[in-house]
């Protein structure tokens, strides 16, 4: 009996916390949802979108701004004339331009209209959108066709009036599962949330079949339009500097390329380029892989433009000084099972550090090397900055990690001295060079600098810098990477007179555990001018083909783009 009241307890104990779970899926887990269901029971209405705000320039011209669009669709139940004929007076209208400027061939044209046939042709359905954004102009010329059956509904259009540029800063909106825009990637997608805006709606009581009760039931909320930024980027300098890369890539056979122009005092990023590039307005035409923007995500093994890095670190800890020589410098360097040879084979017995970052020498760091020792070496290459993010305002950054503290051997020691066995990004690299510049301050890399709204705007107020090496050292390091700029293996290219500081770097690219010295990574890293700098430049070539030394393919870029940088910025040469 008592096993039977046992069994029965059971039952009924189960059954009661079968019920309190179904209880807790319908009022908490389903409470939304169940709760729009039975509004949309007494209610009907819409929610109205909220204009995206704009990004602009640093003038407040516009990168990419809002217009009105629309979206053309059919209510299959009203429409009287043929499928066919439809397709055939909209298909000229609604066919996709070239890229290239082309005219439209017949056969685009055709194509256009076998798509909306198959549209058209749409089973178990009332209501199919035929195109998405469609501009005022093409609407117009729709509508005054007045086809039975097609209406028309607004929506925001993304436009970008210097069309790719600046593609991999801007990022680009898309839908997100609920269908509403979203941003993704750079500024699109890091300031998403106040280019969004807040959408409002209208609602109104409606009775048991959905008709609306027309007596004192309207409710209804103003969408709040997105917040406008405005950025640090200068747009001619933009335009000029993605198509220089952009010819750049085309002469020196390169893979891809990246330039970043940033101002070392505060941060401020005036251009950012990297080609291959994409439309963002025409993203869904591109494979994911063009929407990284390598500038912040990609890493690489930074070779010789690194030395100056170590020599910074170098200086400030007291391991060397400007004139002291380097003596083992007269001859290859064994460490552990690996020599360690100079980039062209020649040696420079007695070598000053000076004399070593002119002559980028390898061996010569990596006496640097030894005298810093591993502890500080790790020190100084994360107070740079270097396996952390910058914190740019530009959604996607990534970082490569450093090898660890304490797992560092000789090897590692000698090779990181010279720019091997450590990954960095472009824009790592830009802002550590930057404290360099800015008397070893170093500063977060920024590209929007206000917010703003119709009567109101705020400042985007950056992180003070912080102090990673003296003046005194920065200084030091400066006046090498003059010298090396004059007379180092780039000096055919140094532009007299404009106190140019700049190092080349050639790193071989790692492939399957070894490194291959056809594949390299070209770079040249400098500012101007050296004792004022306004700004400080990256530019790397991957792999090209007609030179793997950086100093005849990114150095030449370099001072390409510097000249017209020189120009803005109102610099002249000595003595002019």
Same mark, same amino acid.
């Given at each position: ?20 779970? +179904? ?9 939304? @949802? ?12 819409? *929610?109205?979108?909220?204009? +995206? ?12 701004? +809002? @217009?009105?669009?629309? *979206? ?7 429409? /009287? ?37 198959s549209v058209l042709s749409s089973q178990d359905v009332?209501?199919? =959108?035929?195109? +998405? ?27 970008? =009036? ?42 109104? @009581? ?51 390329? *990246? ?56 200086? @400030? ?136 709204? %119709? ?16 003046? %005194? ?12 700029? /004059? ?11 404009? /106190? ?5 770097? *050639? ?21 101007? =001018? ?45 003595g002019s």
């Open positions: 009996m008592k096993v039977r009241f046992g069994i029965v307890g059971l039952f009924f104990l189960f059954a009661f916390l079968a019920i309190l779970a +179904r209880l807790f899926y319908w009022q908490v887990i389903m409470a939304k @949802d169940l709760s729009d269901q039975a509004r949309k029971q007494y209610q009907v209405g819409e *929610t109205v979108t909220a204009p +995206r705000g704009n990004i602009l320039a640093d003038d407040e011209s516009i990168l990419a701004g +809002r @217009d009105e669009g629309w *979206t053309i669709y059919a209510s299959l139940t009203e429409v /009287k004339d043929s499928v066919t004929r439809i397709a055939d007076l909209m298909a000229p209208i609604l066919a996709e331009k070239k890229e290239d400027g082309e005219k439209l061939s017949n056969q685009d044209i055709l194509d256009e209209a076998s798509r909306i046939k009332v209501w199919v =959108p035929i195109k +998405r954004k469609v501009n005022s102009d093409n609407k117009k010329n729709i509508a005054a066709m007045n086809i039975s059956g097609v209406g028309f509904e607004s929506q925001d259009l993304r436009v970008y =009036p210097e069309a790719s540029s600046a593609a991999h800063l801007l990022g680009f909106v898309g839908k997100n599962s609920q269908g509403e825009d979203k941003g993704y990637f750079g500024l699109e997608g890091y300031y998403d949330l106040v280019l969004s805006g807040k959408p409002g709606y209208v609602m109104q @009581d409606a009775d048991a079949q959905g008709t609306p009760i027309m007596i004192d039931t309207l409710k209804q909320a103003s969408a709040v339009e997105g917040i406008d930024i405005v950025t640090n980027i200068n747009k001619g300098i933009q335009i000029d500097v993605e198509k220089k890369l952009k010819d750049g890539i085309e002469k020196y056979g390169a893979k891809s390329g *990246t330039v970043i122009v940033m101002d070392p005092k505060n941060g401020s990023i005036i251009s950012m380029a990297s080609y291959p590039s994409y439309d963002p307005e025409d993203y869904s035409k591109y494979s994911d892989d063009y929407f990284r923007n390598p500038a912040i995500s990609d890493s690489f093994e930074p070779g010789s433009v690194f030395k100056v890095v170590v020599m910074a670190s170098g200086l @400030d800890a007291g391991a060397v000084r400007p004139e002291t020589k380097c003596d083992i410098c007269d001859a290859p360097l064994k460490v552990d099972k690996y020599m360690i040879e100079t980039w062209n084979n020649k040696y420079h017995p007695d070598s000053t550090m000076t004399d070593v970052i002119v002559n980028s020498d390898n061996v010569g760091m990596s006496f640097v090397g030894q005298k810093l020792g591993m502890e500080n070496m790790y020190k100084y290459i994360r107070a740079f900055g270097f396996g952390e993010l910058t914190g740019v305002d530009l959604e996607g950054e990534a970082t490569p990690e450093i090898r660890k503290k304490g797992t560092w051997n000789i090897v590692d020691l000698a090779t990181a001295s010279f720019g091997q066995g450590v990954a960095v990004t472009p824009i790592q690299m830009v802002r550590a060079v930057s404290a360099i510049a800015n008397d070893g301050v170093l500063v977060k890399p920024m590209v929007v600098k206000r917010l703003k709204q %119709e009567g109101w705007e705020q400042n985007v107020e950056n992180s003070a810098g912080k102090q990673i090496i003296s003046k %005194e050292s920065a200084d030091e390091v400066t006046l090498m990477m003059a010298e090396a700029a /004059k007379s180092g293996e780039s000096k055919w290219t140094y532009l007299k007179g404009f /106190k140019v500081a700049g190092k080349t770097g *050639t790193a071989q690219i790692p492939i399957a555990g070894h490194y291959d010295s056809t594949n390299t990574i070209a770079s040249f890293i400098g500012f101007a =001018p050296y004792d004022n700098p306004r700004f400080v430049m990256l530019v790397t070539l991957k792999q090209p083909q007609t030179s793997t030394w950086a100093s005849e393919t990114a150095a030449p870029l370099w001072y390409s783009i510097a000249k017209d940088l020189f120009y803005h910025f109102g610099m002249r040469p000595e």
